[in-house]
């Protein structure tokens, strides 16, 4: 890996001689380094390459932040199929699991092909309107239908590959993925499913019934999801992995099913998936078996 690509998340406490230092550092290793607009403004450069840009000249893509960052630069980097590697620069963090005291050591190995690269399922997602696709997307994490702040009990008629499964009277509906379900998902009762797993999961947000869980089907089905509540303009929206949103109309079917490309995230070494549940939930004791 020769070409990197940097992406940074922009906040006012971040130090930008992490970048600087970086760059330094991936120019000593005879790397041809790209910088997207936001982080080369942040160290002072200008640059024309734009993130669209920075992403199909990469051979991998380094995320300095958090998880939400990850996810935005993900949308990015799947349809060139480029491995990320992600560092928190934060407290909670699943997707960003290497941190700045183990980075340039995982950077060494990741430079010399001594890393693994885990391939993570995208939600593809299309809004659908008096059959129309108007609306095409993927994500990470979860899609998220949510009332507004004035909104009422939102309807919802739900199926799975054209099978008629449920109507949820609720708050919402999550839609995760495995990656997502340690997310907006775990927090609505959801259940933590392994990232490996070919499977995806429902969870209604405060459902009026008590019997309305979450459920897991198969990544191979097709969930449609109608709102069939007669709304005012505006107070429903569909969120894609936190990051963007759009408002739906009564009658609008969201349609989502596993995307045909995965997302590629550089797996950090000495570290594995139940260590990090361990450290993010705060899971175990103190004991040395635990630690």
């Given at each position: 890996?020769?070409k ?48 669209e840009?920075?992403a ?12 939400g960052t ?25 997707l ?8 340039y050591?995982t ?10 690269i885990?391939?993570?399922m ?46 949820y ?12 379900s340690?997310?907006?998902s ?12 070919r ?52 009658g ?23 260590q ?8 175990g ?7």
């Amino acid at each position: 890996m020769k070409k990197i690509g940097i992406f940074c998340k922009q906040k006012p406490n971040i130090d930008p001689t992490i970048v600087s230092e970086l760059s330094k550092w991936l120019e000593s290793k005879n790397c041809k380094v790209y910088l997207e607009p936001d982080t080369a403004d942040l160290i002072g450069k200008n640059t024309s390459i734009s993130k669209e840009e920075v992403a199909s000249s990469s051979d991998l893509l380094i995320v300095l932040g958090g998880d939400g960052t990850l996810l935005n630069v993900a949308g990015i980097a799947h349809p060139n199929k480029v491995p990320i590697l992600g560092v928190n620069l934060g407290s909670l963090g699943f997707l960003t699991e290497t941190t700045m005291g183990d980075f340039y050591p995982t950077l060494e190995l990741v430079l010399d092909g001594k890393c693994e690269i885990e391939n993570r399922m995208l939600l593809n997602a299309s809004i659908l309107r008096d059959g129309e696709k108007i609306e095409d997307f993927n994500v990470l994490n979860d899609i998220v239908i949510n009332k507004g702040a004035l909104a009422r009990i939102v309807n919802l008629k739900v199926f799975v590959d054209d099978q008629y499964m449920t109507s949820y009277r609720a708050d919402g509906l999550i839609i995760a993925s495995p990656t997502g379900s340690t997310a907006y998902s775990l927090s609505a009762g959801g259940p933590i499913i392994h990232p490996s797993m070919r499977a995806l999961v429902l969870s209604p947000i405060c459902p009026f019934a008590l019997t309305n869980r979450s459920i897991v089907i198969p990544d191979s089905s097709t969930i449609k999801v109608q709102l069939t509540t007669r709304n005012e303009e505006g107070d429903v929206r569909i969120t894609l992995d936190g990051q963007t949103g759009y408002t739906i109309k009564s009658g609008d079917i969201l349609e989502a099913k596993k995307a045909e490309i995965p997302v590629k995230l550089v797996q950090a070494p000495g570290k594995d998936y139940y260590q990090l549940l361990r450290k993010k939930l705060h899971w175990g004791g103190t004991t040395e078996n635990n630690s």
